[in-house]
């Protein structure tokens, strides 16, 4: 039961545009919401994050908008750099059950010079 | 700071072997999770710790087994290997639940082949 979607496994876009991610969950006691950029043969680093009682945290470049009603986040980069090719995961959490986090599969971007 | 390191970083087992995956923190964390991530999968937990002594099961414990005798290490261990164990592993640590706002600390993984 995958808690935490991600349904667009891949996004290209081009430098200097926005990038958008999106991600949905399903559990509504989820009261954190964190994005994770992934390289090939690193592990995850922690990109952002949001609390439930918010709806959106700006940090740079990155900004995530939260939607509780729909149960809908989203993470818009602006402007996409060439580094910014990489996964990107978004994770959820209830912080009271031990701080696991239920991770979406990924969406590979891929930006184009 | 090391932050979080794991070994080896590859490994290829036979069917039946068993091994154990190494994890050390340098950031006096309290809180340290095991994941696998298959292809095209997210992230899903094996094995997690909120301090030394204490494990508990996450969404795919079977096949695995933990111990934390320190708050530093936290290792990994596979019985019987079998072909469904092949998988990139990753272990992290948190300093406690009250810091959600900055996630986990992740190591860079081991890749396991099983054959």
């Known amino acids: 039961d995958q808690q935490v979607k991600q349904n667009s496994p891949s996004l290209s876009v081009q430098e200097g545009r926005i990038s958008i991610l999106n991600c949905d969950y399903t559990n509504s006691m989820f009261d954190y919401f964190l994005w994770y950029k992934k390289y090939p043969a690193e592990g995850p680093t922690f990109l952002i994050s949001i609390s439930s009682i918010k709806d959106k945290n700006e940090d740079g470049r990155f900004t995530v908008f939260l939607n509780k009603s729909a149960k809908h986040l989203s993470l818009h980069i602006v402007p996409s750099q060439p580094g910014d090719s990489a996964v990107f995961f978004c994770a959820s959490s209830v912080l009271s059950n031990d701080y696991k986090l239920s991770f979406g599969a990924g969406t590979t971007v891929t930006v184009r010079a | 700071n090391a932050g979080v390191t794991q070994t080896p970083k590859f490994r290829i087992l036979k069917i039946g072997q068993s091994m154990t995956l190494q994890c050390a923190q340098d950031m006096n964390h309290n809180y340290m999770y095991w994941y696998r991530q298959d292809p095209g999968m997210g992230l899903k937990l094996i094995y997690y710790s909120v301090g030394a002594g204490i494990t508990d099961k996450g969404e795919v414990p079977n096949g695995y087994n933990v111990s934390r005798s320190t708050t530093e290490d936290f290792p990994l261990r596979l019985e019987l290997a079998a072909p469904s164990q092949t998988s990139v592993y990753f272990c992290?640590?948190?300093?406690?639940?009250?810091?959600?706002?900055?996630?986990?600390?992740f190591g860079s993984g081991t890749r396991l082949t099983v054959v």
């Open positions: 992290a640590s948190s300093y406690s639940a009250g810091t959600g706002a900055r996630g986990y600390t």
